[in-house]
């Protein structure tokens, strides 16, 4: 254990955790204002999600509080033991798990469900940091990222099982710590972009279509630059794959994906229009963020919220409240905290002294802005519903837990960065 002044010394980063205290109180409030029950009005009334989710803010604080008191070294010792746990865990639900919302993935500890999914994002943060870190100073290679990708294939697989694709697709976004450590390269990350731009235009359009204009633009980009055979031939190969990626879409999505997922991004992407099925969601909670217009209806005040046209508006769709009651400059606000803490986060990423720790920030940043990015993307229309709670503001002791630890061991290490070796 280290000295406790250091929890009030000058080097804890008093800034982020006003932003994350800030979001906290507003997803309580904002939870309050979206399953307000009038025969239990009192905020902290332990009948209702708002006064368990004050429960949760304050096992959380006291949680944080004993994250800051302990040796920074320890989350590295103890990184591949709860990597382990987590792992059985996520066995352990699918075999005695309940079910809601069709996904096994909560155990029920008396009033309480633990959802292991959330701790396996912090476990294997922690793992995939020390990991990474014990290479930093060694030639990025093959082997690395091998072994760096399959302690998140793990995870991910037992959460596939579930199924709870949100929370497996959130492992995916750790791809950005591998490029911050020479890992990927720029070049592969604009390939998977251009992935993402093909999938999405050949569920638009004739995967014929699409091969046509890719060949006229390779065909041109090799004109362009015949004297330089490399060009030539990255071209080439640039139309072959992209080609074959096109080909194989229509497969993925017709044989891999769910029917609930196709329908999903059909609607996202406008091919149908299903405002009493699956678009329901989607529509309601345009709605509801739309007529909160520029300040808001006031709090308490959300007819959409009120007569619970929104499902799930505590848990995923807590955004949807937020716009309703606050309006678009309340929306901002939220966002604004969002940019902030991200930033903050990176800052404190790179002025780490050790790469365990730095890795480490980065995973923290990553898993942030995909569910930031996500979440509130799905609420206004611009992702298919996956089903991934906001940090912080959302309803969920496993979620708000898992968040802040999250956090606060990153903070933990900049606390304590002069000593770190």
């Given at each position: 254990m280290t000295n406790q002044r250091n929890i009030?010394?000058?080097?804890?980063?008093?800034?982020?955790?006003?932003?994350?205290?800030?979001?906290?109180?507003?997803?309580?409030?904002?939870?309050?204002?979206?399953?307000?029950?009038?025969?239990?009005?009192?905020?902290?009334?332990?009948?209702?999600?708002?006064?368990?989710?004050?429960?949760?803010?304050?096992?959380?604080?006291?949680?944080?509080?004993?994250?800051?008191?302990?040796?920074?070294?320890?989350?590295?010792?103890i990184s591949p033991v709860f990597y382990g746990i987590t792992l059985l865990l996520l066995v352990l639900v699918l075999l005695v798990g309940q079910n809601v919302g069709g996904n096994q993935a909560w155990i029920s500890i008396g009033a309480f469900k633990l959802q292991p999914s959330e701790f396996a994002k912090l476990s294997s943060c922690l793992l995939l940091a020390r990991y990474l870190g014990d290479y930093t100073n060694k030639t990025p290679?093959?082997?690395?990222?091998?072994?760096?990708?399959?302690?998140?294939?793990?995870p991910v697989c037992l959460i596939m099982l579930q199924p709870d694709t949100g929370s497996a697709m959130t492992f995916f976004s750790l791809v950005f710590v591998f490029y911050r450590e020479g890992y990927i390269s720029g070049q592969l990350l604009l390939f998977a972009l251009l992935c993402i731009i093909l999938f999405i235009l050949s569920l638009l359009f004739s995967e014929w279509y699409i091969i046509g204009t890719l060949f006229v633009l390779c065909a041109l980009g090799a004109f362009l630059f015949r004297r330089n055979r490399k060009a030539i031939s990255s071209a080439i190969i640039l139309f072959v794959a992209s080609a074959v990626f096109v080909l194989f879409v229509d497969f993925a999505y017709?044989?891999?994906?769910?029917?609930?997922?196709?329908?999903?991004?059909?609607?996202?992407?406008g091919k149908i229009d299903d405002p009493r099925g699956k678009g329901y969601n989607l529509r309601q909670?345009?709605?509801?963020?739309?007529?909160?217009?520029?300040?808001?209806k006031g709090y308490l005040q959300g007819t959409q919220t009120k007569y619970n046209f929104v499902p799930e508006q505590s848990t995923d769709f807590i955004f949807c409240t937020v716009g309703e009651e606050w309006g678009f400059v309340g929306s901002m606000v939220v966002v604004s905290l969002y940019l902030a803490l991200l930033l903050k986060v990176i800052q404190i990423a790179e002025r780490q002294r050790t790469s365990f720790a730095r890795v480490y920030g980065y995973c923290v940043a990553s898993i942030f802005f995909f569910h930031f990015?996500?979440?509130?993307?799905?609420?206004?229309?611009?992702?298919?519903?996956?089903?991934?709670?906001?940090?912080?503001?959302?309803?969920?002791?496993?979620?708000?837990?898992?968040?802040?630890?999250l956090l606060f061991i990153l903070l933990r290490f900049d606390s304590n960065r002069k000593g770190l070796v």
């Open positions: 009030f010394g000058g080097n804890i980063d008093w800034v982020t955790i006003l932003i994350w205290f800030c979001l906290c109180i507003i997803g309580w409030f904002n939870i309050h204002a979206a399953v307000f029950d009038p025969e239990h009005p009192s905020i902290v009334s332990l009948n209702t999600n708002y006064g368990r989710q004050f429960i949760f803010i304050i096992a959380s604080m006291i949680t944080a509080f004993f994250i800051m008191m302990i040796d920074s070294k320890f989350f590295n010792y290679n093959f082997k690395t990222l091998f072994f760096g990708a399959l302690i998140l294939l793990a017709n044989h891999i994906l769910q029917p609930h997922q196709r329908h999903r991004i059909d609607v996202v992407l909670s345009k709605i509801a963020i739309g007529s909160g217009q520029l300040f808001g990015f996500i979440n509130i993307g799905m609420t206004i229309g611009i992702v298919p519903v996956i089903g991934i709670p906001l940090p912080f503001l959302s309803y969920g002791g496993s979620s708000l837990l898992s968040f802040t630890v």
